[in-house]
């Protein structure tokens, strides 16, 4: 059975930054995509960040330029750093890994919240 297991979140200050960090035990890491999503209260999951098999990465308009992820394919692992954070970026963040449609996983979800 795949886990993912997300951490770092947290509540930090506008303007601030948080490292979430999401591990994953499935076999060969490395050919999956690596999702963050996010879901803020009352709205819908959006795609936030993006990182393919090769390294190539995509962001929400929201968020270029404030956040990066990467990928550990040693450690199984997918991070995103996010940087000058607004209120705005308050939500719910998931980790998900996709192949297909038959291996497509998702982490339980870590809450960031961005107040003074």
């Known amino acids: 059975q795949v886990q993912l297991v997300e951490s770092g979140g947290g509540l930090v200050q506008p303007g601030g930054s948080l490292r979430l960090s999401c591990a994953a035990s499935v076999s060969f890491f490395n050919i999956y995509t690596m999702n963050w999503y996010r879901q803020a209260p009352g709205k819908q999951r959006v795609s936030v960040a993006t990182?393919?098999?090769?390294?190539?990465?995509t962001y929400a308009d929201s968020v270029k330029g404030r956040f990066t992820i990467s990928r550990d394919n040693a450690r199984n692992t997918v991070y995103l750093q996010m940087h000058s954070l607004k209120p705005e970026d308050t939500a719910v963040y998931y980790c998900?890994?996709?192949?297909?449609?038959?291996?497509?996983?998702w982490g339980q979800g870590i809450q960031v919240t961005v107040s003074s």
């Open positions: 998900n890994v996709y192949r297909d449609y038959y291996r497509n996983y």
């Open positions: 990182i393919t098999s090769d390294g190539s990465t």
